[in-house]
């Protein structure tokens, strides 16, 4: 099964969901979105995919989410916020042909893997 995770091994989260993965016996694409972030495009689609909207899937708890003063920001203001400072990117998106989820808690990600 091809498997992407949008990771951070900084954060448990995201640690969980990729133990989850592998535990499936499934070897993911690891993608780490601080160094190697999607570009705006596929930020878009993986939120339209998950059925997120911006704000669902932005870190509003970073300073740089103060700092940008983006509570009042619109979805576009949201998305050209988080391609430029992946940091605010909530944490992790994973994508299968199943579908895509920000796996918080990690268990969610059991949803897209084969039973």
């Given at each position: 099964?091809?498997?992407?995770?949008?990771?951070?091994?900084?954060?448990?989260?995201?640690?969980?969901?990729?133990?989850?993965?592998?535990?499936?016996?499934?070897?993911?694409?690891?993608?780490?979105?601080?160094?190697s972030p999607p570009s705006r495009a596929e930020l878009k689609d993986l939120l339209r995919r998950a059925g997120l909207t911006p704000r669902q899937a932005i870190r509003?708890?970073?300073?740089?989410?103060?700092?940008?003063?983006?509570?009042?920001?619109?979805?576009?203001?949201?998305?050209?916020?988080?391609?430029?400072?992946?940091?605010?990117?909530?944490?992790?998106?994973?994508?299968?042909?199943?579908?895509?989820?920000?796996?918080?808690?990690?268990?969610?990600?059991?949803?897209?893997?084969?039973?």
């Amino acid at each position: 099964m091809d498997v992407t995770i949008y990771h951070n091994p900084k954060c448990s989260n995201s640690r969980g969901a990729l133990q989850l993965i592998r535990a499936a016996g499934i070897e993911p694409v690891i993608v780490e979105y601080l160094t190697s972030p999607p570009s705006r495009a596929e930020l878009k689609d993986l939120l339209r995919r998950a059925g997120l909207t911006p704000r669902q899937a932005i870190r509003a708890k970073e300073t740089l989410y103060r700092d940008l003063k983006l509570d009042a920001a619109d979805d576009e203001a949201l998305l050209d916020a988080m391609a430029a400072h992946p940091v605010l990117i909530e944490r992790p998106l994973v994508a299968t042909p199943n579908g895509v989820r920000l796996c918080r808690p990690p268990e969610r990600v059991l949803e897209l893997l084969p039973n």
